[in-house]
Every structure is written in structure tokens, then in C-alpha cells.
């Protein structure tokens, strides 16, 4: 008598997302909105919440097992806090969770930003169905989106 192995589907893999605001920028809106689109489309979302520190971010990723750090920044200070998330992600040897962005970001940082290993910047206006399918994509590399 022979057994049957029957094949299951193999599990689909949930992208597991940190979403924070980053430094003393206090303008959640768009976050919130960027969060919830995600969760609407099948992804785990980890939201840190306001006046987050690069520490207190890569520290939370790390233990929480995700797969990208999506970070939210009006305030100017985005060339300085995305470096200081990638340098600590790295001393961490957690440099394979991908680190996106959006927010007030001028055209000209665009590129420096991306050559710092930031994943994509998405500025306002970005349909969320962008944002959307670059997480559920796997986080490649992507265009860095200009307003």
C-alpha cells in the first residue's frame, strides 16, 4: 500500500514593517495614512508612534524581526537620521532590513539618499498602491519618487 503525500501550499510570506516618525517632527497624518494602507493590504505594521530616536528605532526592528523600517520625516533633518538608521542597522549586522522613506524630502537629497542604501523615498502626492507594492515586491530597490 503506498501513501499519498499531498502537497500544502507553502505559507505566503507577510512582510513584517516598522513604520515611525523619526526626531521631533510631530506631523503624523500622512504616517497614519501610509500605515493603514499597508495593513489594508496584507502587511504587518509595527507603528512606533511619534519623536522616535535612530537608537530606539533599529533597537525595536531588531527585536521585532522585520523586514523594512519605513520612516516619516518633515523636519530637515532627514540626511542626518537616515544615515545615523543605516550606521546603527549595520553595528547591529541587521544591514538586510531595508530602510524606506517619505516625507518632505528636497529633489536634490534624493540621490544622495539612495546612495546612502535608503530603498525608495516616497514624496507627497505618491498613490499608496505605489507604496503598497514596493513592500508587498520585497523591498527592491525602486525609483527614487519625485513629487
Known sequence: MTRRIEKRPRPVHRPRVLIAKIGLDGHDRGVKIVAKALRDAGVEVIYMGLHNTPEAIVQSAVQEDVDAIGL????????????????????????????FGGGIIPDEDLAPLRKLGVRAVFTPGTAMDEITAFVRGGFKPHAVKKS
Do not use: D, P
Open 72 to 99: 516619516s520625516i518633515l523636519s530637515a533633518a532627514h540626511m542626518t537620521l537616515f544615515k545615523q538608521v543605516l550606521r546603527l542597522l549595520k553595528k547591529q549586522k541587521a544591514a538586510g532590513i531595508a530602510v
